[in-house]
Each structure stands twice: as C-alpha cells, then as structure tokens.
C-alpha cells in the first residue's frame, strides 16, 4: 500500500494505538520518548500560537495523555515560563506516564490534587491533558469539573491529542468535553477529530513526531481535498455533458425541485429538465428556458422524459402522497444513475425495493435514522458506523450530512468533508447538493467520486458564501461561488 498522505489519512483510536505500540516494538522508540517528542511538538505549537503566554495551567490525566502533559511542563519551566499543574489520579507506577510526572517534579515543577480556581490566578493558557484517545465513558465527578472549570476560564485551551470529553472514534461527546482553541494531535489523525463534535477540537495540527511511513496501516477514512472538474474538451456540445431530469415539486413544494435543477445546471450538465406539477415552476420556463420543467401528472407523462434523461436527481418536493409515490416507482424502474434525496428517502423507508445500479443517497441524519431503525441520537453516536452501514444495506454510495459531511461507498470506503459551515442549515441546500452531485454523475463521474467531488464543492461554495455572513446564507448564494470550483478556479 502506497504511504497515506498523512494530512488526509483518518484513523480509529485503536489503529493509532497500533500504531504507536509498532514505533515501541518494531522501531524500538521507548513510550517515554514518544511522549517527549509529542510534548515538544505541541510546546513549540503553544509557544507560536500564544508567544506572549508567561503562565500555563496544565490539567493531566492518569494516563499517557497526562504523561504528555507533565513533559509540557517540563519543556515550559526550562523555558522559564510559570507553570501550574493539576493532577488528577496518579500515573500507574513505573509507566511512562509516571516516569514524566517525576521529570516534571525533578525540573522543579509542583502539581496540586485538584483544581481549586480561588487558590490559583488565572493563566495564559490552559493545557487540556486529562484524556486523549483512551476516554472510554462520560468524564465524572472531579473530571466534570475540571472539564467544566477549563471551558469556564475564559482563557485559550490547547488539547493534547484529543480534546477531553471527545470520542476520538466516533466525535461524539459521551458527557461533558473540552473546547479547545487548537488541538496538537500526535502521529495520526483520528477520525473523531473530524466529524459531528470536531469543532471542539478548535485548530488540528497533526505532529507526526520523525515516525516513517513504514508503521502506518491503510487508513480507516480519508479527508476530502479541494478540487473540480478537468477542463471539457473543446468539442464538447450538449449532449456530451448527459441531462439531468429532477423529478419532485408536489403542489406548494416547487422550491426544492427547482433549486436542484438549478444546481445541476450550474455543475455543469449539458441538458436539465424539471418534472413536477407546482404551477409556479412550471410558469417560470418563459424566464428560465434552460431548465425545461414539465407538468407530469403520472407515469405515463413522466416515462417520456425519463427515456430521454441520463441521470435523475429523484426526491426534492415530491412528497409522499400518492402523485409522488407513482413518480418515484417510476422513476427507480428506469434504472437510471439516480440520487435520491428528502422524501425520496422516506418512501424508501416506508417501501424497500431494487434500487438502480449506481445510486446515491443523501440522508440528512434524521432521514439515515428512519432508514435504519435507530434513533438519530444513535446515528450521531457513531456517524461512520451508520454511513457504512446504510451503504452496505442498500448496496449505495451514501452522503450522511450534518458537521463533517461522510461519504460512504458500499465496499467500505469512506470520505470526510473538513469544509462547511452552520449558515448550511438552511432551506434548499439539501436540494442544492442533489443537484451538484446529479450535474456530476451527468458529465461522467463514478456515484462515490461524484458524491465526494459534490459534497467539497457544495461545502466550500458554501463557505466562500459565508465570507458576507453565515447569518442570511441561502441556497442560491452558493451557484456563483459553486461554477468557479467546478471549474478549478478560486471561489
Ligand atoms: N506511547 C503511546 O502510546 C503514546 C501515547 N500518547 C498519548 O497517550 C494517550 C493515550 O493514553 P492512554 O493512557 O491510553 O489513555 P488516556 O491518557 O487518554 O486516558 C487515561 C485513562 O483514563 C481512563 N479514563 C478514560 N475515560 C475516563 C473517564 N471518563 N473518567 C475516568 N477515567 C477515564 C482510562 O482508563 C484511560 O486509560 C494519547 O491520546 C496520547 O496523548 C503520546 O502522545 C504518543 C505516544
Ligand atoms: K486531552
């Protein structure tokens, strides 16, 4: 296996555990001087982040997270900076955890049971070395406070590895959890930096700490990396870029359909049609020709237009009343590449059936919950868990959206979207994606590459939009940024 591009290779918290015991076993490097080299790194990062900070607040864990910690200290009282710290438990005899609490002390540094606010002027800087990637249940008790008091400090908080409270696995936050200005995360990224909760995290810098390539392992996830689509050749005319046929727009409900078309022509496909039966769609072909919408009042009207289509964007505005259930049935019979989308999903739910060979899903985590008979607390307890498993039940390529965007193809792969932003929770953008990712199947894109490429092009046209404010973010504030990243160029 090719070295992983490590800024974009995800792993679980157990394959960096792997990880770190073949640096011990294979290369020999003790744990001691793993943790040294990973305290150096994230105190070299704390000193460029905050050069002013004379006073650091070090809160550490029992374990080897705590073990990094008390080597920050070491590192910043060499320095002569101010350092208190906080000790909660103590390190297991004889570990390294252990052996850096004692260098700690040796270097002159003094650690106190608990963090008693009144007794201790308010630092610079907090360290957050309470746990890293071995949390394994909700912090309680003096961890909650500690935890609570960190967040309360009102000052800027580097997480070691993890911020803790987050499930480096999962991001998901079992109770209470750290929030960091920047996280210093050693060897690996772990993938629960990088989904749901991540923010949390603050600024991930990965320090690989001088480990070849040689002890990576395939990755569990990758991070999506900026990109559009390769210049079109200059024969290229209409027909070469296929036809979109979005097929949705119940009465009252036209917005979504034609917001997906819109979108789909924007990506880039040749040709885009609209089938619907919402007057208002229909009214606006004399002002928007380019997107052809139909009035369809049932599969026989809608048939012609599917012979005609190349790939069908299915489920913006259709319901799940009997006009759009026919529409549906029809529509997955032709077996045309299709992405499937809003109520599309749900008739999905409530009727399982064949779906066509290439087909993309794209579940918000509500809708991925119906699909699997979980609660969408259960979804958000493990995002990758679900987006695998939905890809695998329904032999799809499958967008689980929310923080973090997955994507997830049937044989396991999965993608993670690092761009987006909170203006993106707003009416249409669901139907834009459908749209972008159907553009992209059109002009030839396999359904995982094409999900992959459409979610980073909706997320980052979604963020160059939220340059004038995430606040008033709409749809179709994403078009403009959205036709210059398809084409390669700067949004
Ligand atoms: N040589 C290495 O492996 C390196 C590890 N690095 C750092 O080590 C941590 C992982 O350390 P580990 O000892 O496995 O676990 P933690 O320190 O994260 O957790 C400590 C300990 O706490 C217990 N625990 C977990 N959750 C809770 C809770 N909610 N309440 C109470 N106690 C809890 C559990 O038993 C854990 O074992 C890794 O993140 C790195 O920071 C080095 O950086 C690199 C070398
Ligand atoms: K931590």
Redo the contacts with the bound molecule.
Sequence with gaps: MSAPHLDTALFTPAQA?AI?RRA?DELGIP?FE??AR?AAAAYAQLRRLWPEARHLRIVC????????GYLVGRDALAAGLHVDLVALGMPKEGG?AALARQAFLDAGGTATAAVDDDALATPDVIVDAL??????????GE?KAAVEAINAAGVPVLA???PSGLSADTGAAPGVAVRANATAT??VHKRGLHTHLAELAGTVVLHPLDLPASILEAPDATLLTPRGLPPRPRDAHKGSNGHVLAVGGDHGTGGAVRMAAEAAARTGAGLVSVATREQHVLAMNAARPELMAHAVDGPQTLQPMLDKASVVALGPGIGQAAWGHALWQTALDAGKPTVLDADGLNLLHAEPRVLPAAIVLTPHPGEASRLLGITTADVQADRFHAVRTLARKYAAVVVLKGNGSLIAAPDGRVAVCPWGNPGMASGGMGDTLTGIIAGLLAQGCEPFDAACLGVGLHARAADAAARHGERGLLAGDLLDPLRRLVNGLEA
């Design positions: 555990r770190d011990i744990g793993l943790m990973a864990g029992a374990g080897n997270n705590g073990g990094d390294d746990y890293g990637t071995g949390l394994n249940r909700a912090p309680e961890a070691l590895d993890v050693f060897i």
